[in-house]
């Protein structure tokens, strides 16, 4: 044996022992399994750091940057909304509907285009319906993979292989020819979980969140909206002349005429027939306004309740700074809400807190002011002379506006890709269009990348090189084909099935499909099995990548679903199982 592949059989069996073993950060040993290839000899210096500049690793980073601007545009709310609106919060029901959706999506997608556009979504579905990460993010995961063999255009290797099929003189399969096969393995996936999720999934304990700053002061109260009528008695009046707080005990949060939105409204603030309001408040002191004033309740499926729901709002306590320039002055002559574009709920001074209107108290120093207001607006009270921020805001601004912007970007990237051009260049291109549409900000964007994940599949991209270099793969693939002349159809085809489903663990999917593909149709050519099914076999099977965070979807979700190695060899082996299972016999009774 040649000592380079002795070489690179250790360094590969080291950093698959590393993987399992999890004592060691697998970002860390991917870097250092391309660190010991360069000075072993088996790659060159620049194929060593070569997977950073890689296809894939920019194409991750690329998707991060896309899926984070889907996410502050508030689009991903809406999703996650339609989702928990039909299943509920059953696990079961949840986790099917979302590996189904992604699935389907992913046959005319790329799979980690359809894994990015959910990400965000997942994890507000997970806050909705109380579900643990762990128990959603790895279903879906696979659901985007598996659904890729779906159409003969929803993987890299499925792409490749019609290519492969030409160059071969053989007929290429049509855009529909692999659907047989793969929906049985996208139901069949879907099922496992469904049926068997509780047993092989991980039960991670989540760290419960500290209480909010709604919860700590008692105004965890759901934001409320009406519609005013025309007949309303309120109509003409302004903020102030409407006693809201005073009559009621309502904070009026935010105003919607039209398309137009005024959050902490100013008391001269006219009413007018057709304005959506937005309330802070008891049930029943909502109850009793609506019945006075002929409001028309909006529902839940309120655009204005959608949005303040969303991650753009919340509450803050401010306090007032000694030496402040408005001690001594009322909220009222301040023009709090004008001046700071927030909403005053309460008002703590030393032992005192008042509920109540406190528009015409003084304020003194040392005064607790829990307002509320968009993110961004709260944020900058960091620097105001007047009001100190106490608390750090809970999240981000929603760019609503534009919402359609950041589809449109996300779609044009992956419109790009099924016209030829690189995956990593098309979604670059629409990670360029996030920040220069204003969608993201370009510190937004780098941030929006998980850099263990690209260190991950950088540090591996070597590893693949130096397999095929070294001839390894060419060795493994050959000596097993050789081994299997005159064997059972079957027990060939199965034998191929696992041989691609190693490869792809190692080397690219589409660079087991390029090594095997040709040598699978010579093998079936001397044994009386249709080559083109063992081309197509090994096509499918080359996404039979679930045991190892190797493949880029499960590398995408390793950090956002809190998962280990040995996570994915528990629930990824029983998958792969089944893959090659359905997969194998499919190919054989449909098409061999």
Not at 119 to 140: D, E, F, H, N, Y
Not at 493 to 521: E, F, G, K, Q, Y
Request: a neutral charge; one cysteine or more; glycine letters at 10%.
């Amino acid at each position: 044996m040649d000592t380079s592949i002795l070489l690179v059989g250790i360094v590969l069996a080291v950093t698959i022992i590393l993987f399992v073993s999890d004592r060691v950060r697998i970002d860390l040993v991917a870097i250092l399994a391309a660190v010991a290839l360069a000075w072993l000899g088996l790659v060159t210096p620049v194929e060593a750091i070569s997977g950073f500049a890689s296809n894939a690793v920019m194409a991750m980073a690329s998707v991060m940057i896309l899926g984070y601007g889907i996410e502050r545009t508030g689009v991903t709310s809406k999703l996650a909304r339609s989702i928990v609106r039909y299943a509920g919060s059953s696990e079961r029901r949840v986790g099917t509907t979302i590996g189904m959706t992604v699935g389907l999506l992913s046959s005319v997608m790329q799979n980690i285009g359809a894994a990015a556009l959910f990400l965000p979504a997942m994890r507000r579905i997970c806050k909705q319906t109380k579900i643990p990460v762990s128990r959603l993010m790895m279903p879906m995961g696979f659901a985007a993979i598996l659904g890729g063999s779906l159409t003969m255009i929803g993987s890299g290797p499925l792409i490749v292989l019609n290519d492969l099929l030409i160059q071969s003189q053989a007929e290429p399969f049509s855009l529909l020819a692999v659907t047989p096969i793969g929906l049985p393995l996208l139901i069949a996936g879907v099922a496992l979980f469904a049926l068997f999720g509780t047993g092989i999934l991980p039960k991670k304990e989540e760290r419960p969140p500290g209480p909010t700053i709604a919860e700590i002061w008692g105004i965890d109260h759901p934001v409320r909206t009406c519609t005013l009528p025309p007949s309303s008695p309120f109509v003409g009046k302004t903020r102030e002349e409407a006693f809201f707080k005073v009559r009621y005990g309502l904070d009026l949060l935010a105003v919607r005429t039209y398309r137009d939105i005024t959050v902490a409204p100013s008391r001269s603030t006219r009413l007018e027939p057709s304005q959506e309001l937005a309330f802070l408040g008891s049930e029943e002191s909502y109850t009793q306004f609506i019945r006075d004033s002929g409001c028309i309740p909006s529902g839940d499926d309120s655009g204005l309740k959608e949005i303040l729901d969303g991650e753009g709002f919340g509450f803050a306590e401010l306090t007032v700074r000694p030496k402040a320039s408005i001690i001594g002055m009322t909220p009222r002559e301040i023009g709090i809400r004008q001046r700071f574009s927030i909403e005053p709920i309460l008002h703590l001074s030393g032992e005192t807190e008042t509920r109540a209107d406190f528009s015409d108290i003084p304020l003194t120093a040392g005064d607790t002011i829990v307002a509320f207001g968009s993110w961004d607006t709260l944020r900058l009270l960091a620097g105001n002379r007047d009001l100190l921020l106490l608390t750090h805001p809970e999240g981000e601004e929603m760019r609503i506006g534009k919402g359609h912007l950041a589809v449109l970007i996300f779609a044009g990237a992956l419109a790009l890709t099924m016209t030829g051009v690189p995956l990593s260049l098309a979604l670059l291109t629409g990670a360029a269009a996030m920040v220069i549409a204003g969608v993201l900000t370009i510190d937004e964007a780098y941030r929006a990348i998980e850099w263990k994940t690209v260190a991950l599949i950088a540090g591996l991209i070597p590893l693949g090189i130096a397999m095929e270099k070294s001839g390894a793969a060419a060795l493994i693939a050959g000596t097993l084909i050789e081994s299997l002349a005159g064997t059972h159809p079957l027990i060939i085809m199965a034998a191929v099935a696992i041989l691609t489903t190693i490869l792809s663990l190692i080397i690219s999917n589409v660079a087991a499909t390029v090594l095997l593909v040709p040598l699978v149709m010579l093998m079936g050519a001397g044994t009386g099995i249709d080559p083109r099914a063992l081309a197509l076999l090994v096509a499918v099977c080359a996404s039979n990548s679930f045991i190892l965070p190797t493949h880029q979807v499960n590398a995408l979700l390793m950090g956002p679903g809190g998962y280990t190695t040995r996570d994915f060899l528990k629930a990824g082996s029983v998958m792969t199982v089944i893959f090659i299972a359905i997969a194998t016999t499919l190919i054989y009774l449909l098409i061999a």
